[in-house]
């Protein structure tokens, strides 16, 4: 039987200030400075967006496309083993550290790409992806360990409400040295943004260092064998097994699987949107990304409060309902003022929606298990495959129609997808590990 996880408060405030740690990086770099920069520093002097990457001529946006998915790919096949290594060696702890490190770093590399180094500037930002989501595996797993079930919800809000607080300050700093590198004492030109990676590696892996001063490395106290990687195979098998024998958890991946497509295509291609549909200038979208981030502050701790009122799966089924009712109302927009009212609806239900998904699944593993980070490799996996399939969806429907609003609207199906199987889900108080031979 393994052991209770106990109420440390201390623990539970160093487990959320990862996410403190971490979330600059998905703001900085994946939805603002970075690719406007990439897209500034590939262009042509002639106009022209084609680059060479050793040696294969290709689109400078797709070539970045492609280096987001192939990061996504890397981290799907690496991090249900890895995970199963660190549960059988019980140092998960020392994976966390080894992605957060390798995410960072290559977050401060990024401020020597200046854009005639592209295969450099490329392999940087795909390493600091895969470091990025290699990290969030073993981060969650920690959930179930330091906290009862009853504080999953609260606390799981907790850890996405400080991260978009601190990746929010960061970003206005880093808004503000590129708006007025004067004020700081920089050059104009590309300094600025550069400078902005540099500080959001620092950020990542300065306070990193307070979860990895508190959070346990072996807590359930497993012997180290010299035959961990066999050992990491068979945790993974025996994980995959115990997921196929718990109906419930099947149906919450399913269901996750399919709104997720919906959720994180929304929250990656928004800018897009906005720019392509609208024709909104950069510092307008810009507003957008932080109106969304606030609110997603308020949106976690919100739905963390109802989900205790009227129970996870009725919170996650009223959010899906209004993840429906952005994408049919994107359909409509016309003005920027319409826009920002629908970033404040997606905030609010993008927050409540990724918090309530971590705590329902770790309610969701069995008691008995102390093989964490194999079941939320299998979470994590879900969502990457979603992020693919659901952006590619996306570009599809524009491709073949001509207009993201098509896009937005076809995202319904997703959710309502979703919806099906969540109203076939019944959430049980406890759930044990089957009997495995």
Request: proline fraction near 4%; charged fraction near 10%; include cysteine.
């Amino acid at each position: 039987m393994k052991p209770q996880p106990t109420s440390n408060k201390k623990v539970q405030r160093a487990w959320a200030m990862y996410d403190w740690a971490n979330s600059v990086y998905s703001l900085v770099i994946t939805s603002t400075i970075f690719p406007v920069y990439y897209n500034s520093v590939t262009q042509g002097v002639d106009g022209s967006d084609k680059v060479s990457f050793f040696g294969w001529e290709v689109i400078n946006t797709v070539l970045y496309s492609y280096s987001i998915s192939f990061s996504f790919l890397v981290i799907a096949l690496l991090a249900p083993l890895l995970s199963g290594i660190a549960d059988a060696a019980g140092n998960k702890l020392n994976f966390m550290k080894f992605f957060v490190y390798l995410g960072s770093l290559s977050c401060i590399a990024l401020y020597f790409f200046t854009g005639e180094n592209l295969e450099f500037g490329i392999i940087c930002s795909v390493l600091a992806s895969v470091g990025f989501s290699g990290s969030i595996v073993f981060y969650n797993s920690y959930l179930p360990e330091i906290a009862k079930e009853e504080e999953f919800d609260m606390l799981s809000a907790k850890g996405f409400a400080m991260g978009y607080i601190g990746s929010v300050i960061l970003l206005i700093f880093n808004l503000m040295t590129i708006q007025f590198p004067e004020w700081f004492g920089m050059p104009t030109g590309s300094f600025a943004p550069r400078f902005s990676f540099l500080v959001t590696g620092l950020w990542w892996i300065g306070f990193a260092q307070i979860p990895f001063r508190v959070l346990p490395n072996n807590p359930y106290k497993k012997s180290i064998s010299s035959d961990y990687l066999w050992k990491g195979y068979r945790e993974v098998s025996l994980v995959f097994r115990e997921l196929r024998s718990i109906p419930v958890a099947n149906r919450f991946l399913a269901s996750f699987f399919f709104y997720s497509m919906g959720v994180q295509t929304v929250m990656y291609l928004a800018a897009s949107f906005g720019d392509k549909e609208l024709g909104m200038p950069g510092d307008q979208l810009i507003l957008t990304v932080l109106i969304i981030q606030l609110v997603a502050i308020g949106g976690s701790y919100l739905f963390a409060f109802i989900s205790k009122q009227i129970g996870n799966k009725n919170s996650l089924v009223t959010m899906v309902f209004v993840w429906m009712g952005i994408c049919v109302a994107a359909y409509y927009v016309h003005s920027v003022y319409q826009f920002y009212s629908l970033a404040f609806v997606v905030g609010m239900v993008m927050g409540g929606i990724q918090s309530l998904s971590r705590s329902t699944y770790a309610k969701l593993i069995p008691t008995t298990t102390t093989d964490h980070a194999s079941f939320f490799s299998f979470f994590d996996l879900t969502e990457k495959v979603a992020v693919v399939l659901g952006t590619f969806t996306y570009g599809f429907i524009e491709q073949l129609t001509g207009s993201m609003r098509n896009s937005a609207l076809f995202l319904v199906v997703f959710f309502v997808i979703g919806l099906f199987f969540l109203a076939r889900l019944t959430l049980p108080k406890k759930v044990a590990a089957p009997e495995l031979a």
